[in-house]
């Protein structure tokens, strides 16, 4: 209440008063972030063709499970064939069912223009510890070779022993882009190991028949702590094949029981490594260009082992981290977009499409979408990138404009402007309730003030919000709001609101 007198009365009246974050955006655009000042983050996913995988649209109703997949947009979608879905099960013996199973749906998807990563080489090649030999390098080259074969020619190949000739069975849609092998940080290569498989296997690849020129992603690193540091340098220096993409993964945690303010304090660290693998890749001249994917990301990289155990930690029980689906994701992947996408990454992938409450976009034994899946398809619709879409995708990239926030420790404000002059500011907010003991939490209610009166007018706006009253099955759907010099934009808990505002 507020009081007021003079010598003629007095008065007095109730007044509201509202703490709010303002966040203030600027019609210019800060060329320090993104590419130049331009957002160029396409979205996408990534299966793991397996024996654990491979049932996922055969055992889900058509067309229900592939248009959900086609829906998200992805480009570049990542196979990492591993176990029986390696297509050489022992040597010289050749089974691609298991690969088939998950390839031909997604290659039919989206921009038919998936990612096969090569994660692993066929059991055989491996020492005694279970890890690629050395002494094999040339074998997994003509391997290598042999799948781009399988893949890209309706004639396929045959198999060393000139016994068997082994082609696909089915239309062949030819795959461009291939990954080779998969976090070797982690996977018994050294730096050095690696640049000599990778300098190895691409001369081969290419080489191979082929009906698409092949385009390859390098590295594909397990990104944690001093990872970047001790990799990049040695391949930088040392690689002399081709490389059209660099890319690495990053999980907030592999223990379950971090907290809510551990995990989102991962984040920054994200963005710090793709800004430093970039100054990495400026220091070899035939590198200058090449673009920085994140090809995995996901809150918690754990999995359960065959005793029930954490892989990560293995003397307690695993316990699945649902903040991967939860309300606590549509505040978490928005923060990771932003970040990533202001520090250049042009790429940020799902891992993975068909799993569960802890990975998954939808449910792999019923096809059902979970929170995290609507999370993914409006960061894709809001940033609809075009750098490496086949199909044709509307506009040029947007602009990354300044804004000024009061608060930015527990709320993300990214502000873009479109071709068509239309300007979207997404808000995630990402305040935890109880800082010291929240795993997956509420979340704290956030107050946003955005001031847009330096933009000018608009003729019409809406918002859309992704937060724990959001449907898993259904979605959210958008509101239309009257267009002002300052808008607020209420959470209250963990989420994201996207506001656009149209001329």
């Known amino acids: 209440m507020i009081g007021a007198s003079d010598s003629a009365g007095t008065g007095s009246a109730n007044l509201t008063l509202v703490i709010a974050v303002v966040a203030v955006v600027q019609p210019t655009v800060n060329t320090n972030v993104g590419e130049g000042g331009l957002l160029s983050t396409f979205m996408s996913t990534a299966f793991q063709p397996a024996e654990w995988d491979s049932a996922f649209f055969t055992g889900n109703p058509e067309p229900g499970t592939t248009t959900t997949l086609n829906n998200l947009n992805s480009q570049h979608i990542r196979l990492q064939p591993v176990s029986q879905g390696t297509p050489e099960s022992s040597q010289n013996v050749w089974d691609f069912s298991t690969l088939d199973a998950i390839l031909d749906p997604v290659i039919s998807v989206a921009d038919n223009s998936p990612e096969l990563q090569l994660a692993v080489g066929p ?12 002494a094999n390098y040339g074998a997994f080259a003509d391997y290598a070779a042999n799948v781009v ?10 198999d060393a022993n000139g016994a068997t000739h082994v082609h696909s069975t089915t239309p062949v849609t030819p795959v461009t882009w291939w990954g080779i092998f998969n976090e070797p940080n982690i996977n018994g290569l050294t730096a050095s190991q690696y640049v000599s498989l990778y300098n190895t296997v691409v001369p081969v690849m290419q080489a191979a028949p082929s009906t698409v020129p092949i385009k390859f992603v390098a590295v594909e690193l397990a990104d944690f702590s001093g990872q970047p540091e001790s990799y990049m340098p040695t391949f930088v220096q040392s690689v002399t094949a081709p490389v059209d993409a660099v890319a690495t993964h990053f999980y907030s ?3 379950q029981s971090d907290s809510d303010t551990t995990i989102f304090n991962t984040i920054p660290g994200f963005a710090s490594d793709v800004k430093y693998i970039y100054s990495q890749l400026k220091t070899n001249p035939a590198l200058v260009n090449v673009p920085v994917w994140v090809t995995e990301n996901n809150v918690n990289a754990d999995y359960s082992q065959s005793n029930g155990n954490s892989t990560c930690n293995p003397s307690q029980k ?4 649902h903040r991967g689906t939860s309300a606590f994701f549509a505040a978490w992947r928005p923060y990771v977009f932003s970040q990533l996408a202001q520090a250049g990454a042009q790429a940020l992938y799902h891992w993975d499409f068909d799993a569960d409450q802890q990975f998954g976009e939808v449910d792999f034994n019923t096809g059902d979408t979970y929170l995290s899946y609507w999370v993914d398809y409006w960061l894709e619709r809001t940033y609809p990138a075009c750098a490496y879409r086949v199909a044709s995708c509307p506009g040029a990239p947007q602009s990354i404009l300044n804004l000024a926030s009061t608060e930015t420790t527990t709320v993300e404000t990214l502000a873009t402007r479109n071709p068509n002059g239309s300007v979207v500011v997404m808000i995630a907010d990402r305040a935890v309730l109880n800082p010291a003991t929240d795993n997956n939490g509420t979340g704290a209610p956030r107050t946003v003030i955005v001031d847009v009166s330096a933009l000018g007018s608009f003729s019409s706006a809406s918002e859309l919000t992704l937060d724990a009253g959001t449907s898993p099955t259904q979605g959210p759907t958008a509101t239309t709001v009257t267009p002002a010099s300052r808008m607020t934009i209420t959470l209250g808990g963990y989420g994201v609101t996207f506001l656009q505002l149209n001329p």
Do not use: K, R
């Open 123 to 134: 059991s055989w090649m491996d020492d005694s510890n279970g890890q690629l030999d050395p």
């Open 149 to 158: 074969q399988y893949n890209n020619t309706s004639t396929g190949f045959t």
């Open 253 to 255: 945690t592999c223990n």
């Open 318 to 321: 695993f316990v699945s981290d």
